[in-house]
């Protein structure tokens, strides 16, 4: 077997195990911290240290080198866009390098996989292939990161509008806003609700209210979001009715979302119109006159 085979096999398999162990280490960190908790009081501490993760030994400072070289390569990567982007996608345990590393060891991996297969199929493009592959390596975690971010995104905006009404609900019956908030993340649960806990510990902690709120707007980066702390920022400061407020932000959300639905349904039609023409239509002719086509051929063959 190649020499370049066995790295490129290497290399992607790395590459695809780091991926896995970034994605499984939320649930993986909640499973043992669930373990603990139950276990609480019940387990002696043994003698002797505990020995850290194969992450924490291996995987981690090997990240961190190769973030570093990458931005030593490229300067123009901003962590804080990163970090930005991190918060919007609710990936808050994540640092931005996390990413960059997991970006230089895509490009790598992308490198040598592009290699090895423009090599067995066209030696005259082996480069311009390995390039192609590196840049995709390279921009599969943008490319993550903005699907996290879209579908958090959407989450949001889904659950605003019932966040809302139980807002408003708890305001009118006597409670102030952030025992209302509080009486919100009692109740349900989703990305929204963590946007929510996080403003709530910002308050408790001596944050203002108006800066906490605001902070929630920008990690959330929803344009429904931003509306409804704009709203509450300003009842806040001219003293209007904050159930009122919050009915009215409650009405608007579920319009957008209306007329959101509306116009993905409008648009249902020219996006079917493609796959119909490409997949069905070519069927539908073979079938219909297929027959007609091999009836001809005998006519005129005799």
Same mark, same amino acid.
């Given at each position: 077997?190649?020499?370049?085979?066995?790295?490129?096999?290497?290399?992607?398999?790395?590459?695809?195990?780091?991926?896995?162990?970034?994605?499984?280490? !939320?649930?993986?960190?909640?499973?043992?911290?669930?373990?603990?908790?139950?276990?609480?009081?019940?387990?002696?501490?043994?003698?002797?240290?505990?020995?850290?993760?194969?992450?924490?030994?291996?995987?981690?400072?090997?990240?961190?080198?190769?973030?570093?070289?990458?931005?030593?390569?490229?300067?123009?990567?901003?962590?804080?866009?990163?970090?930005?982007?991190?918060?919007?996608?609710?990936?808050?345990?994540?640092?931005?390098?996390?990413?960059?590393?997991?970006?230089?060891?895509?490009?790598?991996? @992308?490198?040598?996989?592009?290699?090895?297969?423009?090599?067995?199929?066209? %030696?005259?493009?082996?480069?311009?292939?390995?390039?192609?592959?590196?840049?995709? @390596?390279?921009?599969?975690?943008?490319?993550?990161?903005?699907?996290?971010?879209?579908?958090?995104?959407?989450?949001?905006?889904?659950?605003? %509008?019932?966040?809302?009404?139980?807002?408003?609900?708890?305001?009118?019956?006597?409670?102030?806003?952030?025992?209302?908030?509080?009486?919100?993340?009692?109740?349900?649960?989703?990305?929204?609700?963590?946007?929510?806990?996080?403003?709530?510990? @910002?308050?408790?902690?001596?944050? @203002?209210?108006?800066?906490?709120?605001?902070?929630?707007?920008?990690?959330?980066?929803?344009?429904?979001?931003?509306?409804?702390?704009?709203?509450?920022?300003?009842?806040?400061?001219?003293?209007?009715?904050?159930?009122?407020?919050?009915?009215?932000?409650?009405?608007?959300?579920?319009?957008?979302?209306?007329?959101?639905?509306?116009?993905?349904?409008?648009?249902?039609?020219?996006?079917?119109?493609? !796959?119909?023409?490409?997949?069905?239509?070519?069927?539908?002719?073979?079938?219909?006159?297929?027959?007609?086509?091999?009836?001809?051929?005998?006519?005129?063959?005799?």
């Amino acid at each position: 077997m190649p020499m370049t085979l066995i790295l490129a096999i290497a290399a992607v398999g790395g590459a695809v195990f780091y991926l896995a162990e970034v994605a499984t280490s !939320p649930m993986r960190n909640r499973r043992n911290l669930v373990h603990r908790a139950a276990n609480y009081g019940l387990v002696r501490r043994t003698s002797g240290t505990e020995l850290p993760r194969f992450r924490d030994r291996a995987l981690d400072p090997l990240i961190a080198k190769v973030a570093r070289f990458v931005l030593r390569i490229n300067p123009r990567i901003s962590s804080e866009i990163i970090s930005a982007k991190l918060m919007a996608a609710g990936m808050r345990k994540t640092s931005p390098t996390t990413i960059i590393g997991a970006k230089g060891i895509l490009a790598a991996g @992308g490198f040598f996989f592009g290699a090895v297969l423009g090599s067995a199929s066209a %030696p005259k493009y082996m480069f311009l292939t390995a390039i192609l592959f590196a840049g995709i @390596g390279a921009f599969a975690p943008n490319l993550y990161l903005q699907t996290r971010i879209r579908s958090r995104q959407a989450a949001v905006s889904a659950q605003l %509008p019932d966040a809302l009404d139980l807002l408003a609900v708890s305001v009118e019956a006597g409670l102030g806003f952030d025992g209302a908030v509080q009486k919100l993340t009692e109740h349900m649960d989703g990305p929204l609700i963590e946007e929510f806990e996080l403003a709530l510990g @910002g308050i408790r902690i001596g944050e @203002g209210r108006i800066e906490a709120l605001k902070k929630m707007a920008d990690r959330s980066a929803s344009q429904e979001m931003s509306s409804f702390v704009r709203a509450i920022i300003q009842a806040d400061q001219l003293g209007i009715s904050l159930g009122r407020i919050l009915k009215v932000q409650a009405g608007d959300t579920r319009l957008k979302r209306q007329l959101l639905a509306e116009e993905k349904a409008a648009k249902a039609p020219i996006k079917m119109m493609f !796959p119909t023409v490409i997949f069905i239509f070519p069927a539908m002719f073979l079938v219909i006159l297929g027959p007609a086509f091999l009836n001809l051929a005998k006519l005129f063959k005799f």
